[in-house]
């Protein structure tokens, strides 16, 4: 079993996206796969899941980091989260 | 703390808790607003979003279909209450019914969705060349295969159920289906977190410009002159919102090197 430190990026912005949308949801979902179009969250889950986002890795998203490319697959969300961090 | 000390941190306290209240009061009667432009090729196909499944989308091309009557719901608070006040609700119920009257009347087409015998929310497109947005007070300059989207309203009861979403489905589908306009516009305001939300992530959205308004009592709004960030977009004035402007989102980025 992976320990908090030995978690990847994926597998925390997986575990938000577990929180805000259940996990049965995302078990199955791919890495890369397009969350959206694969109808794993919603337009009434989005906005929860994008501040989720912010408290649990400490960011602020603002409206330019808002595209659907940052937020388009798990992969994408955590390469989004690892840039800014490494930005702050 | 002597007994002065402790005087004046009360009076202090005092001071900065008038001055949060009047800097409050002041931001209602006039402020000054930042709004995002965002645009959108209506070439993608919008996501298919979650909704109530009893909500049915309605094309509306006059005033004979539901758009306009919305009877007996929610609306503001404030114009709730004064709505309940027979003339002045029929004078409101009136002023709206000629308000989308002249819309249709120009072309602008609308999209209703309903749950039933309730209208659930609404959006507008329009195709103006010129099209003028009392709501934000901006100016929108559109190309003939441009179109603006405005007045996307949800009603209280109806929020959270995806209606919005499903209103903005539609008329981005239709747009698609339709062939004939390529590109849409819109405005965001900055502090609407929902909105930016919905319309940037989920229907992919991309800024163009920025641009500031002055709003009074949170109801007249103008659009400040040279304000425009980049200054080349559809919210500028003719000279400048000609063919010139590229229409890619990249090249519009407000982080992206600036166009002069």
């Excluded at chain 1, 994008?50 to 602020?60: H, Q």
């Excluded at chain 2, 709501?135 to 209606?163: K, N, Q, V």
Aim: hydrophobic share 40%.
């Amino acid at each position: 079993m992976k320990d908090h430190q030995e978690q990847t990026p994926v597998d925390a912005v997986r575990q938000v996206l577990s929180s805000v949308v259940g996990a049965n949801r995302v078990q199955q979902v791919r890495d890369d796969d397009l969350i959206f179009e694969h109808r794993v969250i919603d337009s009434l889950h989005v906005v929860e899941f994008v501040e989720r986002i912010e408290t649990t890795f400490g960011l602020e998203v603002d409206g330019a980091d808002l595209t659907s490319e940052n937020f388009s697959s798990l992969q994408a969300i955590a390469r989004f989260v690892e840039a800014r961090q490494a930005v702050s | 703390m002597t007994r002065g000390e402790a005087e004046r941190s009360r009076c202090s306290t005092l001071l900065a808790k008038a001055r949060k209240v009047g800097g409050a009061m002041l931001r209602r009667l006039v402020c000054i607003h930042t709004i995002d432009v965002v645009g959108r090729s209506t070439a993608t196909a919008p996501p298919t979003v979650r909704c109530d499944p009893q909500l049915v989308l309605h094309q509306v091309t006059s005033l004979d279909s539901v758009v306009g009557a919305a009877p007996g719901q929610r609306d503001w608070p404030i114009i709730d209450l004064v709505a309940r006040i027979r003339p002045l609700g029929r004078r409101l119920r009136a002023r709206r019914r000629e308000r989308n009257a002249e819309r249709l009347a120009k072309g602008d087409l609308a999209y209703v969705a309903t749950a039933g015998a309730d209208v659930a929310a609404w959006i507008w497109v329009s195709r103006e060349p010129s099209v003028h947005c009392r709501w934000s007070g901006l100016h929108f300059s559109l190309e003939p295969d441009e179109a603006y989207i405005y007045d996307l309203w949800s009603f209280p009861a109806h929020r959270a159920t995806g209606a919005g979403a499903f209103v903005m489905q539609g008329l981005l589908e239709d747009l698609r289906r339709r062939g004939e306009v390529s590109r849409v516009y819109g405005y965001i305001l900055r502090d609407n977190r929902p909105n930016q939300v919905l319309t940037r992530v989920v229907f992919g959205f991309e800024q163009v410009q920025r641009v500031k308004d002055l709003r009074v009592l949170s109801r007249l709004a103008w659009q400040l002159p040279f304000t425009e960030d980049p200054r080349v977009g559809p919210c500028s004035r003719p000279p400048l919102a000609s063919r010139r402007r590229p229409r890619g989102g990249a090249v519009y980025s407000a982080d992206s090197a600036r166009l002069s």
